[in-house]
């Protein structure tokens, strides 16, 4: 259902209606816009001083390469691991076998249960600290596990989508059950899933965030170091580092909806808010735009 | 090992302020949300631009980001300095939230049939009669599934404050690992469990809720 | 419509590295005390030693905090931390004939210290490392070149004035950390926050009543703020900062305890408090007798 049917093709005395609720948004919004401006000013926030860190070529180097990068290179590392974690528990909970399927299940459902937070302090505390692997990797070991059971889920409705000919045809020219999965359906699952993968990312790419908590490198380390350094300037740290995010992460979205439409087509993006233990999800932290989803 | 249970009231404290947080947050963003998704399926081109421009800055933003603002940013300006501290927990996940909880409704919008806003067209309701009395009741109960999932990312996402001063459950897991470090794991499974059962409270309370309205229908 | 979105995107990006070449922030500190470096330092040592080797070197690479004001710190582009415990570092260095350009500082954090000084990623950690019999266990721990206990920082206006007036206040602390699990058993509400100086803006700006962690980190914000902050409160624990060096080289002990020693008698030991710690107004303490070396 488009939104248009919700309501009648306005007429003259609406569109006059319609009008002034949009003077009036228009107005409230740059009234707010201003006073928001105006308060700063008056605060002395906007003043140059307060934003020149990010315009010193040594600090913009600090954010993009080891902020940004790091950051990037953590969501995709995670990622990647992910996609693995996510093939094998995924066909796992596919497995003609009921205690293999049981255990994924088990593991995957735990995994997205707990608080990506709560992993990571733990991995870290467990297994990072001291002569263990560090905070990089226990934000990627936290991202992987939380990320890779959601895809696990996704690759699971991914091999459930392929039209169900396409397996009973495998089996009748005489394929194996692995050959089916590896030749037939996974390769078709891939192109259907791709779209969520990539939104994954978005999450992947938010949720390295919080290695703020345990001293992981990334843009909230530098952003840290930087209003730790520049006393007073949180607010335009954060402004910076939204930027960032939202900038990487529309591009993600853009190539998100881009391969949807190059590869999948018209299908709805994959769902899978469905889950076994109770019907329901727990999705990511940061619930990726799905693709396809935009103004109505 | 009997620290967390020589201290099982410091448990049942912090994730008491877990479950306050959820709470507080789950109905400042179900408000929030609702009001975005309306703007979203409206007439009005202007509203539609200002609720998806906010959807799409706020959910490409951390929620990390989001606290920095809220707890760090806003007190250095003189705002927010007296107010108490899960209120801004709650002003900070319930902006979060209220995107991702739009986007549930409005899901639940697209999923109630055509005509039924078109018989409501027909009888000459209005674009807010129809919303309220056809469209959003139905919409509801689509949307409850998408909500609940977004709802139970948002309890876990809770444990983002942690480090903004409040003691809720994530915080207080740090604690005992830091007083008992070779006792991480058992720690760990205490505080997963706690939110493994809120997660899962949450899950029952919507499969009753989708129940009990499709046996209205 | 997202075609748009994404050549503002682009769009910015352009503007901010066009923009990029033309700010200039962050000045160059004060890098904190001139040393003595010793002439021909390595004859002093016997063969064999530690020193004898590091001195040799001609480098030595020393574990510090690179997130505490007055004690370690080091900004996002800064080439070398400064505070308290790399002063010591520097007279330590010295008595090697290391100057302080030759030293290699490693950031050390609270979790990995003796991680460090085991599998030799550092020679020395100066870094608040209380002396602890647990921690003497696994590593070396020369001193204590510096006592503190837990206190309290408040607003300069502020009428805390002894540990039972915390009941019923907000006080925060790092997250996870002891001060904040002992100053919650004093009834005060805890508000745990990632690092000190987070905690610390929260009592500028009035959101917390109070900070709470080892005096000598108090010292080094009220340094900072000399106007608006002040350390209250008799130290209600001891913590005894000592020199961590690695197990397997004990003869290092004796040539810090006396190092520092001789920097506590010719006032580079109080010239060192006085451009860091000091700098908040305290007066000068005077300095702790060194554990003798076993």
């Given amino acids: 259902m488009t939104g248009s049917v919700l309501f009648d093709a306005p007429g003259p005395r609406t569109i006059a209606r319609h009008r002034l609720y949009s003077i009036l948004t228009v107005v409230a919004v740059v009234a707010a816009i201003a006073g928001v401006l105006l308060f700063l000013r008056s605060e002395g926030e906007l003043a140059y001083e307060k934003w020149e860190q990010f315009v010193t070529p040594k600090y913009v180097e600090a954010l993009l390469v080891d902020g940004l990068l790091k950051t990037l290179q953590m969501a995709f590392t995670s990622v990647i691991f992910a996609v693995v974690f996510g093939v094998v528990f995924g066909v796992g909970k596919l497995s003609d076998h009921r205690p293999v399927r049981w255990a994924c299940t088990l593991v995957v459902e735990f995994f997205r249960a707990v608080p990506v937070l709560l992993l990571m302090i733990f991995i870290f505390f467990t297994w990072g600290v001291g002569d263990g692997f560090g905070p990089y990797w226990s934000v990627v070991f936290a991202l992987t596990l939380y990320n890779g059971s959601v895809l696990a889920e996704v690759f699971r409705a991914g091999v459930l989508a392929v039209p169900k000919g396409q397996g009973e045809a495998a089996y009748a020219i005489g394929m194996r059950k692995t050959q089916v999965m590896n030749l037939v359906l996974l390769p078709q699952a891939v192109k259907i899933m791709l779209p969520a993968i990539i939104s994954q990312c978005v999450v992947a790419l938010k949720d390295t965030s919080l290695g703020y908590y345990i001293v992981a490198p990334g843009l909230t380390y530098i952003g840290k170091a930087m209003w730790t350094e520049f006393p007073g300037t949180h607010l335009q740290t954060a402004v910076v580092l939204a930027v960032l995010y939202i900038s990487v992460n529309l591009l993600l979205t853009g190539l998100a909806t881009w391969v949807q439409k190059k590869f999948v087509g018209e299908h709805k993006p994959l769902d899978v808010g469905m889950t076994a233990l109770t019907g329901l999800t727990a999705q990511g932290t940061g619930g990726a735009p799905g693709p396809g989803i935009g103004a109505p | 090992m009997d620290d967390v249970f020589s201290n099982f009231d410091l448990v049942l404290k912090a994730f008491w302020m877990t479950v306050q947080l959820a709470v507080l947050s789950g109905v400042a963003a179900m408000v929030l949300g609702t009001l975005l998704a309306a703007m979203r399926v409206g007439p009005v081109a202007v509203l539609r631009t200002v609720a998806s421009t906010y959807v799409t800055v706020v959910r490409n933003t951390p929620l990390l980001v989001m606290c920095v603002f809220v707890f760090f940013a806003a007190p250095n300006l003189g705002l927010l300095v007296g107010t108490p501290f899960l209120v801004k927990g709650t002003i900070a996940v319930g902006l979060y939230t209220a995107p991702f909880v739009a986007e549930a409704i409005r899901s639940g919008v697209n999923a109630v049939p055509l005509g039924q806003a078109e018989a409501a067209r027909a009888i000459g309701m209005t674009f807010a009669q129809n919303m309220r009395h056809v469209v959003l009741p139905q919409a509801f109960r689509a949307s409850v599934p998408p909500l609940a999932s977004t709802l139970i990312a948002m309890t876990k996402n809770t444990s983002v404050v942690a480090v903004f001063g409040i003691m809720e459950a994530t915080a207080r897991m740090r604690y005992f690992v830091n007083r008992n470090a070779d006792d991480t794991i058992l720690i760990f499974v205490v505080f997963a469990i706690g939110y493994i059962l809120l997660v899962e409270l949450i899950s029952l309370g919507a499969v009753g809720l989708e129940r009990r309205w499709k046996a209205a229908r | ?294």
């Fill in chain 3, 1 to 294: 419509m997202r075609l748009t979105r994404l050549k503002v995107a682009a769009a910015a990006v352009l503007v901010a590295s066009t923009l990029a070449a033309c700010g200039d922030a962050g000045d160059d500190d004060d890098k904190g005390l001139d040393v003595d470096v010793q002439d021909n330092a390595a004859e002093e040592f016997d063969a064999g030693t530690r020193m004898r080797e590091l001195a040799d070197a001609g480098s030595i690479k020393i574990g510090v905090k690179y997130d505490q004001p007055g004690i370690g710190f080091k900004g996002a582009t800064d080439d070398t931390p400064v505070g308290f415990d790399p002063e010591i570092g520097k007279i330590l260095a010295a008595d090697l004939g290391i100057a302080p350009e030759d030293i290699d500082w490693v950031e050390t954090i609270s979790a990995n210290r003796e991680a460090f000084l085991q599998k030799g990623e550092v020679d020395l950690v100066i870094a608040s490392y209380s002396i602890t019999d647990e921690r003497r266990q696994v590593v070396g721990q020369a001193g204590p070149y510096y006592v503190t206990g837990q206190q309290l920082l408040v607003k300069s206006d502020s009428d805390i004035e002894s540990i039972e007036d915390v009941k019923g206040t907000e006080v925060c602390s790092v997250t996870g950390s002891t001060s904040l699990a002992n100053i919650e058993a004093e009834g005060a509400t805890p508000r745990g926050f990632d690092t000190y100086s987070e905690c610390v803006d929260q009592v500028l700006n009035g959101t917390v009543d109070a900070m709470t962690t080892d005096g000598a980190i108090l010292l080094g914000y009220a340094a900072e703020h000399p106007d608006e902050l002040k350390v209250v409160v008799e130290p209600f624990s001891e913590e005894r900062y000592g020199v961590g060096y690695s197990i397997d080289h004990p003869e290092m002990c004796d040539w810090i305890t006396e190092t520092i020693e001789d920097a506590q008698e010719d006032g580079d030991w109080a010239a060192a408090f006085e451009v860091t710690l000091g700098k908040s107004g305290v007066e000068t303490p005077e300095p702790p007798a060194m554990d003798p070396c076993a």
